[in-house]
Antibody, heavy 120, light 107 residues
Framework: QVQLVQSGPDLKRPGASVKVSCEASGFTFTEYYMHWVRQAPGQGLEWMGWINLNTGDTNYAQRFQGRVTMTRDTSLSTAYMDLRRLRSDDTAIYYC?????????????WGQGNLVTVSS | DIQLTQSPSTLSASVGDRVIITCRASQSINIWLAWFQQKPGKAPKLLMYKASSLESGVPSRFSGSGSGTEFTLTISSLQPDDFATYYCQQYSSYEWTFGQGTKVEIK
């Protein structure tokens, strides 16, 4: 069965970086994009960007340009999201979610989420 | 980027009610709209894609319609499991966006 398993919670200081991982199983990794979406406590969903798991091409939301990097390791079927220069308002649950490369589908499977807390 | 505005923000309804949630886009997104359901402490769950296509395994009481800038999610007969927050999401542009959410509460 399809699974996206994310790394555990993180506590970071302001100005630090965090790298969240998302290990995929149960499907052909390179036939999908991996998107990252975050949700601040009590708030709505915020789209951060995607990576093409085959080519490695990326597309980031403008507000995260220069601070985020999405990568993948096809040998480990794992996608990563690296967010730098963390601020307190980056405190959120970070989700990975897959999208099939073809057709008009959206995000059909999601990871369980990873709480990143930014605090001094 | 394309803004999505959902209405209402909160909806109080009873089991068995017909519920309609609206999502308006700031510019045309054709049919590139999805709907998600989220329960507290859980990841979002895909309900609909391409505005009116029902995701596999989602009950048929959920339906979606619309194109261009105006879309609706309808729950034909609200069930206890449906009390949750619902989000629309557009994937017409390179910059994806979500609506602000509609919380469906027990009346």
């Amino acid at each position: 069965q399809v699974q996206l398993v994310q790394s555990g919670p993180d506590l970071k200081r302001p100005g630090a970086s965090v790298k969240v991982s998302c290990e995929a199983s149960g499907f052909t990794f390179t036939e999908y994009y991996m998107h990252w979406v975050r949700q601040a406590p009590g708030q709505g969903l915020e789209w951060m960007g995607w990576i093409n798991l085959n080519t490695g091409d990326t597309n980031y939301a403008q507000r995260f340009q220069g601070r985020v990097t999405m990568t993948r390791d096809t040998s480990l079927s794992t996608a990563y999201m690296d967010l730098r220069r963390l601020r307190s308002d980056d405190t959120a649950i970070y989700y990975c979610a897959r999208k099939y490369v073809e057709g008009g589908y959206s995000l059909d499977y999601w990871g369980q989420g990873n709480l990143v807390t930014v605090s001094s | 980027d394309i803004q999505l505005t959902q209405s209402p923000s909160t909806l109080s309804a009873s089991v068995g009610d017909r519920v309609i949630i609206t999502c308006r886009a700031s510019q045309s997104i054709n049919i590139w709209l999805a709907w998600f359901q989220q329960k507290p402490g859980k990841a979002p769950k895909l309900l609909m894609y391409k505005a009116s296509s029902l995701e596999s395994g989602v009950p048929s009481r959920f339906s979606g319609s619309g194109s261009g800038t105006e879309f609706t999610l309808t729950i034909s007969s609200l069930q206890p499991d449906d009390f949750a927050t619902y989000y629309c999401q557009q994937y017409s542009s390179y910059e994806w966006t979500f609506g602000q959410g509609t919380k469906v509460e027990i009346k």
